[in-house]
């Protein structure tokens, strides 16, 4: 069975350095990776995904099937980067669309 | 438009009772999901519906859970004979499709569970 691996529940830099939120993923297959984030009294949304290889609000996360890893970072954090971070793994675009989610990293930056 | 809304946003009920939670998808979104966060834990799958197609019920804790989609839009989750451990944040997610992967969460429901 597939399995997503968040190592550190918390993680809290100050504003300008460099973050890291790090994933880790069991599968056999070929899997699609996301990242969602939830700030605070909001709900949870996507911020990316390994497919579109884009950046979002400064955001890269680069898939490693080599390592099996999907950590996402940031050069300078912000503020209001402040929230939960959930890293989730679907089976592939043919197969049943549930994610499998990890436990989450609740990153906090500081002033 | 109308993002994916859930009612009721809170609940509490005493230990032994049944808890009806509702999801209403945004329109048009084939695909709907529920899933559990618990206090401490990460997001835990719960069920999948797609269009007609049977559900996907893989993620249900026990027998009594159940989830229905009347007519292919608004969910129901039951909770029967509830208990204390059944106390978490209920979210429903829909998508255009099971390939357009992008899911859309609702709100959630807390539920609380005496």
């Known amino acids: 069975a597939q399995r997503v691996t968040q190592p550190e529940k918390l993680l809290s830099v100050f504003k300008g350095a460099p973050v890291e939120l790090k994933c880790n993923y069991s599968?056999?297959?070929?899997?699609?990776l996301f990242w969602y984030v939830q700030y605070s009294r909001q709900r949870l949304q996507l911020l990316l995904r390994?497919?579109s290889r884009e950046s979002i609000k400064g955001f890269t996360a680069d898939l490693n099937k080599g390592e099996t890893s999907f950590h996402l970072k940031k050069p300078f954090a912000q503020e209001e980067d402040s929230a939960m971070y959930y890293c989730?793994?679907?089976?592939?675009?043919?197969?049943?669309?549930?994610?499998?989610f990890g436990e989450g990293t609740q990153l906090t930056v500081n002033p | 438009g109308a993002g994916v809304s859930q009612s009721p946003s809170n609940k509490v009920t005493e230990k032994g009772k049944d808890v009806e939670l509702r999801c209403d998808p945004i329109?048009?979104?084939?695909?709907l999901y529920w899933y559990r966060q618990s206090l401490g834990q990460g997001l835990e799958f719960l069920i999948y519906?797609?269009?007609?197609?049977?559900?996907?019920k893989s993620g249900l804790p026990s027998d009594r859970f159940s989830a229905e989609r009347t007519g292919g839009s608004v969910s129901t989750l039951t909770i029967q004979r509830t208990q204390q451990e059944d106390s978490a944040v209920y979210l429903c997610?829909?998508?255009?499709?099971?390939?357009?992967?992008?899911?859309?969460f609702g709100p959630g429901t807390r539920l609380t569970v005496l």
């Open positions: 997610a829909s998508s255009l499709s099971p390939t357009r992967n992008e899911q859309f």
């Open positions: 599968y056999s297959g070929s899997p699609e």
């Open positions: 390994h497919i």
């Open positions: 989730a793994l679907k089976k592939g675009e043919t197969s049943g669309s549930r994610l499998t």
């Open positions: 329109s048009g979104h084939t695909a």
């Open positions: 519906f797609q269009g007609n197609s049977a559900p996907d």
